[in-house]
């Protein structure tokens, strides 16, 4: 259970649903506004402005010209702390139980707010303390730190004839997550990068099941070094 101060009750699950999902945009580099946060957590804009100002008023967020929202410092705590609880569940449900990588984001959602502090330290360090999730983001550790990042091009960014390890995939789609599954396109294996079709066709990447084509958007939501 996630709280803004040891003697406060717990937030509530919508409150570190909508941290998280800040914390992921302001991560991403990109502005944490009504409509991308509402896109994110799949409201109406009306929903996410009436949220926005109430953790504003909590003090967990602060408005910018222009910008949108900004986590306070208590608001970021409060955002690494349940990212902690949902990615060390995933690699958990992943390494432990052998749960498939589409299923682990959707168990981890609705495992995480009940998770308690002890329960954490067990599963860290259970895990031997990991620093990465199954989809390959990193996990704040012990002290709300972040690892380094990990040096990785999106695989628009590679080279035709270029070999590669993919290091990171998107993490919230289940269907696309069985897709990457199916082509062998995930964290920790090595791709190579075939070719890119003109006029912003496909790209084309050969991975242990064979040689698979794959949208450019997709290829830009994947890390790889």
């Known amino acids: 259970m996630v709280r803004r101060n040891e003697d406060e009750p717990p937030l509530s699950d919508a409150i570190?649903?909508?941290l998280r999902?800040?914390?992921?945009?302001?991560?991403?580099?990109?502005?944490?506004t009504t409509s991308t946060v509402a896109a994110a957590m799949d409201v109406s804009a009306p929903s996410a402005s009436v949220?926005?100002?109430?953790?504003?008023?909590l003090d967990l967020v602060e408005h910018v010209p222009y910008r949108g929202v900004e986590l306070t410092e208590t608001g970021r705590r409060v955002a690494?702390?349940?990212v902690r609880h949902h990615r060390l569940l995933e690699q958990y449900l992943a390494e432990t139980l052998g749960v498939?990588?589409?299923?682990?984001?959707?168990?981890a959602d609705r495992l995480e707010h009940a998770l308690s502090e002890e329960l954490e330290r067990l599963i860290d360090?259970?895990?031997?303390?990991?620093?990465?999730?199954?989809?390959?983001h990193p996990i704040p550790n012990a002290e709300l730190k972040?690892?380094?990042?990990?040096?990785?091009?999106?695989?628009?960014?590679?080279?035709?004839?270029?070999?590669?390890?993919?290091?990171?995939v998107?993490?919230?789609?289940?269907?696309?997550?069985?897709?990457?599954?199916?082509?062998?396109?995930?964290?920790?294996?090595?791709?190579?990068?075939?070719?890119?079709?003109?006029?912003?066709?496909?790209?084309?990447?050969r991975s242990a099941t064979g040689e698979h084509a794959i949208s450019r958007e997709l290829a830009g939501a994947i890390g790889a070094a």
Not at 21 to 32: D, M
């Open 21 to 32: 999902e800040v914390f992921k945009l302001e991560t991403a580099g990109e502005r944490a």
């Open 51 to 57: 949220m926005l100002k109430r953790l504003a008023a």
């Open 125 to 136: 360090a259970k895990l031997g303390h990991p620093t990465h999730d199954p989809h390959g």
């Open 16 to 18: 570190q649903d909508y």
């Open 100 to 107: 498939p990588l589409e299923q682990v984001h959707a168990e």
């Open 80 to 82: 690494l702390e349940i």
């Open 170 to 205: 998107p993490d919230d789609d289940s269907e696309l997550l069985r897709y990457l599954s199916e082509l062998d396109l995930l964290p920790g294996r090595s791709i190579v990068v075939e070719g890119f079709a003109p006029f912003g066709g496909p790209v084309t990447l």
């Open 146 to 168: 972040l690892a380094p990042a990990t040096e990785a091009r999106s695989l628009l960014e590679l080279e035709p004839g270029e070999t590669a390890t993919i290091r990171h």
